[in-house]
């Protein structure tokens, strides 16, 4: 009876164990940004160098970007935008005209 009970713990234990490491991979992998923030810097590189044309719309990989210019303080600002279709997540950054 005791081997019966040590079994099914065991088993237990390894149930929830491979439950926590598989929520842990999988919010690594849906949280992972670092594609589109290197797709996003080569965007602003291409803007800088004035091979990119404003206003930019497009898709990469699950995410959708959105380049814009605007005035602000007598300043040129352009925003740059990625949302991520399926997480809603998004990431942005700001450039002035001057950078």
Do not use: C, D, G
């Not at 842990?24 to 044309?53: C, D, G, R």
């Not at 719309?57 to 970007?65: E, H, K, L, R």
Request: proline share 1%; hydrophobic share 40%.
């Amino acid at each position: 009876m005791e081997t019966l009970v040590a079994t099914v713990l065991i088993v237990i234990v390894f149930i929830l164990a491979s439950m926590i490491l598989n929520n842990l991979f999988s919010n690594s992998i849906n949280n992972n940004t670092q594609a589109i923030e290197t797709h996003l810097n080569e965007l602003q590189y291409l803007k800088q160098h004035s091979q990119l044309e404003l206003p930019y719309t497009a898709n990469f990989q699950n995410w959708s970007i959105i380049i814009e210019t605007y005035q602000e303080n007598n300043q040129s600002i352009t925003a740059f935008e990625a949302t991520n279709r399926k997480t809603n997540k998004t990431v942005n950054f700001i450039q002035n005209a001057n950078q």
